[in-house]
Nanobody, 124 residues
Framework: QVRLVESGGGLVQAGDSLRLSCAPS????????MAWFRQVPGKDRQFVAA????????YYSDSVKDRFTISGESAKNTVYLEMNSLKPEDTAVYFC?????????????????WGQGTQVTVSS
């Protein structure tokens, strides 16, 4: 069974930074892209950022562009999310995801494998 494990969440103040990490555990697998989503109670999972290993192309939602940076190591199926200038509205559970065939990165249904999530709370 493929598992992704996130780490690095926590409680910070507005304006602070956090770095999330996501690494695989269990059965090995291959991916062509990995991503971060976030979710607050009562709402759908929201796309945050993705990286396509071929060419290292990155994608961001408008709400995090210029504040968050996604990076990773394709050989290890490991992805990171550097979050700067955090705002209270960034508070959510953050999930990492991986896909091999998926192409529409903004859709949660695209992604084949998910982590269990890590809580990020930003106080004002």
């Amino acid at each position: 069974q493929v598992r992704l494990v996130e780490s690095g969440g926590g409680l910070v103040q507005a304006g602070d930074s956090l770095r999330l990490s996501c690494a695989p555990s269990g059965r090995t697998f291959s991916s062509t892209a990995m991503a971060w989503f976030r979710q607050v109670p009562g709402k759908d999972r929201q796309f945050v950022a993705a990286i396509r290993w071929s060419g290292g192309i990155t994608y961001y939602s408008d709400s995090v562009k210029d504040r968050f940076t996604i990076s990773g190591e394709s050989a290890k199926n490991t992805v990171y999310l550097e979050m700067n200038s955090l705002k209270p509205e960034d508070t959510a559970v953050y999930f990492c995801a991986a896909t091999y065939y998926g192409r529409n990165y903004a859709l949660a249904a695209t992604w084949d494998y998910w982590g269990q999530g890590t809580q990020v709370t930003v106080s004002s």
